[in-house]
């Protein structure tokens, strides 16, 4: 009887055994943790952003810097011996920042640290002084009765949480993507909110802001979040708050710039390929180190510690989006192209959400596949990230377009986003925010993904 248990038990060990050597062999499980290891004691990601923000600076679309940043990335990917590179072109509504400032006039005068949101029309070359007409949410705005801000600057004081996963942000964006016009609504004269941020620094915090047809289009700012709680102290003196907000701005109708691509291709089934990237583009006022240049270089090394050790059996694609900032036009524009053959990327991953660092793996993948996303995440492990087993993540916002063509295999490396909306959109997104080891364990995490995604024996489907 004990040898039989004894047996049974060899048996199903055995059984285990062969059931994820199927997928690996113990050979790809030596070269995953090569990879992981080179990736850990390299600077190569590091020196790539380094290079970026240096050289380049900051990317807005249309501006420029940015077919600098086009020549850049190809160059980049050229020096590191990718296969394949090329470029795929996109549009965008291209905007320019001239000038922008502030002022609190009344009660008594302050300085006004302020940012145009992007797209934002210029105010009058004195600017526009007028009362502010104080709401804490835009739902306030909207639910306020029409005229409530006839010659009146809007200002919506709605304060941002901070959490690991950034689910702050998406409440908080909603009075920058449509304040202008609710405020326009309600005649205002222009618009101003808080920062979309968590910080308590000086810096205001820009971003995408819309006009709508048929609504008067008015001027659009973010204040610095010090700045939303003078003037909110201002207010709750109930006297009349008076401002001038002063900005210098163009819309310069369609632009014209570039996806950059770089891939090595795989040594079985070419045409199927791991997509990994970040965006390219970056808004004018920091570097974009963390935004989204450290998406951009962690991903280009990922695919270069990847090749170093061996050509996996499917392609490797770094896809660095153009324009995403103004409104996700490269990522548009890619899955435009690519609708016909969406069937061939076998999993995708995006970092856009700075480099702090990567605490959870998470799938949306279908069922067969996955025992191929456990065999990633036990490799993942080692880098002290988790499996999320919720089999549902949402990827990065590049990855959206793709994602509604239906069936897309999408993979979050879901990054530690506590100070990230301290930076966001600031003269203060720099170099000098990414930590090297972070980084590092953010590049070797994407290569262990992208590495085993693309020689897996089992080819992983989206749902
Ligand atoms: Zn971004």
């Known amino acids: 009887m004990k040898k039989l248990l004894l047996t049974l038990a060899i048996t199903s060990l055995s059984f285990i055994n062969q059931v994820s050597a199927q997928e690996f062999s113990e050979q790809q499980i030596k070269q995953t943790a090569e990879i992981r290891n080179n990736a850990l004691n390299s600077s190569l990601a590091y020196d790539i952003l380094t290079s970026l ?21 190809q160059d980049k990917f050229n020096e590191l011996g990718f296969d394949k590179v090329w470029l795929e072109p996109a549009t965008f509504p291209a905007w320019r920042r001239y000038s922008e400032s ?37 739902d306030e705005l909207i639910a306020s009765p029409k005229n409530s801000a006839e010659g009146k600057i809007v200002f919506i004081n709605y304060k941002m949480n901070r959490h690991i996963d950034g689910n702050g942000y998406g409440p908080a964006v909603k009075a920058r993507s449509t304040g202008a016009v609710e405020a326009a609504k309600k005649g205002a004269l222009a618009f101003m909110m808080r920062s979309v941020s968590t910080a308590h620094h000086r810096f205001a915090h820009t971003g995408g802001s819309h006009y709508q047809d048929g609504i008067k289009k008015i001027p659009t700012v973010a204040i610095a979040n010090p700045d939303a709680d003078q003037i909110s102290r201002l207010v709750s003196l109930k006297k009349p708050v008076k401002v001038n907000i002063n900005v210098q701005a163009e819309n310069l109708g369609e632009g014209k710039t570039f996806n950059v ?23 004018d006022l920091g570097t974009g180190a963390l935004d989204d240049g450290a998406g951009v270089a962690l ?122 909306f301290d930076y966001h959109h600031t003269a203060d997104d720099t170099l000098d925010k990414v930590d090297p080891v972070k980084l590092q364990q953010n590049s070797a995490a994407y290569a262990v993904f992208a590495f085993m995604a693309a020689d897996a024996k089992t080819t992983i489907k989206g749902k």
Not at 319 to 339: C, D, M, N, P, R
């Open 102 to 138: 502030g002022m609190i006039l009344a009660p008594s005068k302050q300085p006004l640290h302020l940012t145009a949101l992007g797209g934002s029309i210029s105010t009058p070359k004195q600017g526009i002084s007028a009362d502010i007409i104080y709401f804490e949410t835009l």
């Open 261 to 283: 691509i770089g891939q090595f291709n795989g040594t079985q089934n070419p045409d199927q390929y791991v997509l990994i990237g970040g965006h390219l583009d970056s808004w």
């Open 299 to 420: 991903t280009m090394a990922a695919a270069k510690y990847i090749a170093d050790v061996k050509r996996p059996k499917r392609s490797i694609r770094v896809v660095l989006f153009a324009a995403e900032e103004l409104g996700l036009w490269g990522a548009k524009a890619y899955a435009k192209k690519h609708k016909n053959d969406k069937h061939n990327i076998v999993a995708a991953a995006e970092s856009d959400f700075g480099a702090g660092f990567i605490y959870g793996f998470q799938s949306s993948v279908d069922a067969k596949s996955l025992p191929v996303v456990r065999a990633i995440a036990k490799q993942l492990s080692p880098l002290n990230i988790k499996h999320i087993r919720a089999n549902k993540s949402s990827n990065g916002p590049d990855l959206i377009p793709l994602r509604k063509l239906g069936g897309l295999a999408g993979f979050s490396l879901h990054t530690d986003g506590n100070d990230y």
């Open 53 to 73: 923000t240096t050289e380049i600076g900051p990317r807005l679309p249309g501006s420029e810097n940015d077919p600098l940043a086009v020549k850049w990335a």
